[in-house]
């Protein structure tokens, strides 16, 4: 218990000083779908879970959101009235999906936005290259989720499942946020496209998940044996 406490909150220490909610929110989900896939009994998981809740509500008080994260919030919730800014990235996802056609734009409008672009390439390849093509490669990145939620019910080891419960839980984190804010139904943030996005970070993180998935399923019929 102590040393997945010690994993745990060290890494959200750290989280919390950058105070990075976005990633703050995908290592919480992470961690917590470790968790539940352990050995634990149900005190140190509801005493676990008593901590996770304590050190969330210090950190709000603590680190309160700042006034562009509000901006964001409330220009999702009213972006053609609230002035703040960020409605300008709202109101340009509505008219980029509202004007994609099946295989491409039905107007011509230019794709041009002030920041985010990385994390909004989803929105412009839909208006670019039409609602199929967005399907197609929304499909494709649910089927490596749903890919490694069947290689996840065939492992036995303890240790494997605990490895690629946590990669699957970060990887559809990211594919599910990027999604929602593309299409609009989540507020943007700073969270990329798997694959997608331009950068580096970003490109080995999720190399290096499917990268460990793929080694436990290959050695998931290997029988270890410890020699004295």
């Not at 008593?50 to 969330?56: K, R, Y």
């Not at 919030?73 to 999906?97: D, H, N, Q, T």
């Amino acid at each position: 218990m102590f040393l997945v406490g010690l994993l745990f909150f060290f890494p959200m220490l750290l989280l919390y000083r950058a105070v990075n909610w976005p990633s703050i929110v995908i290592y919480f989900v992470m961690v917590s779908t470790m968790i539940l896939k352990t050995r634990l009994d149900k005190k140190k998981m509801i005493l676990f879970a008593s901590a996770m809740i304590g050190i969330a509500a210090a950190t709000f008080y603590r680190f309160p959101l700042k006034e562009y994260q509000l901006a964001r919030i409330y220009s999702f919730i009213a972006p053609e009235k609230y002035g703040g800014g960020m409605e300008y990235l709202y109101v340009r996802v509505k008219e980029l999906i509202g004007n994609a056609g099946l295989f491409g734009g039905t107007q011509q409008v230019e794709i041009y936005f002030p920041e985010g672009s990385p994390d909004l390439i989803l929105t412009s390849l839909t208006y670019e290259l039409g609602w199929i093509f967005a399907l197609l490669l929304s499909g494709i990145l649910l089927l490596c989720i749903f890919r490694m939620f069947f290689i996840l019910t065939n492992i036995k080891d303890h240790y494997g499942t605990l490895l690629i419960s946590g990669g699957l839980a970060m990887f559809a984190m990211q594919v599910f946020i990027n999604l929602g804010m593309s299409f609009g139904v989540l507020p943007i943030v700073s969270v990329s496209l798997p694959f997608i996005s331009y950068g580096v970070s970003g490109t080995l993180l999720n190399s290096f998940i499917f990268g460990i998935v793929l080694s436990v399923y290959r050695k998931k019929d290997v029988i270890w044996t410890v020699q004295s």
